[in-house]
Structures are given as C-alpha cells and as structure tokens.
C-alpha cells in the first residue's frame, strides 16, 4: 500500500506500513506548520488507534489525533 492510499486509520491493519510512492516523497511539519522535521517519511505504521509517520532520520511522529504532524507531499 501506498501512504497516498491512506485517508483514515482503517485503510491500515494493525502493524500495517504504507510507502511512498514510486515518484513521491513526504515531509513531515507540525501541524500548526511552525516546523518541517528532520529527513522525509520512510513509511506509515498503524498502531492501534494511531499512524506512525517513521522518517529516514529514525524519527517517528504521530499523523493522526491530538498535536499530529502533517505530511506533506513532494513530488520528484
């Protein structure tokens, strides 16, 4: 699955992770967008009633719920 595919917790399983897609790429930024993180999204991973954005700096921030990131996608 790709994170594109990914509009609410359900489209995941538990455990499940979504990838980027072939020619995209995401970055992460608060959502009140003060600040981008560090690196791009390396996938999403469900986990319970959350979805784990991991970024390729070993980051991982919650995209969903109470103070969640927002991805923002790239095109490359």
Sequence with gaps: ????????????AEGETATP?????????????DRFE??????????GD????RTT???EFAVVGRNAHVWVPLSF
């Design 38 to 47: 560090r690196g791009t999204v390396e996938h999403l991973v469900r986990r």
């Design 21 to 33: 897609e072939p020619d995209m790429g995401y970055e992460l930024r608060t959502a009140n967008g």
């Design 57 to 59: 700096a070993g980051e």
């Design 50 to 53: 959350m979805i784990i954005a």
């Design 1 to 12: 699955m790709f994170i594109g595919d990914v509009r609410q917790i359900e489209d995941l």
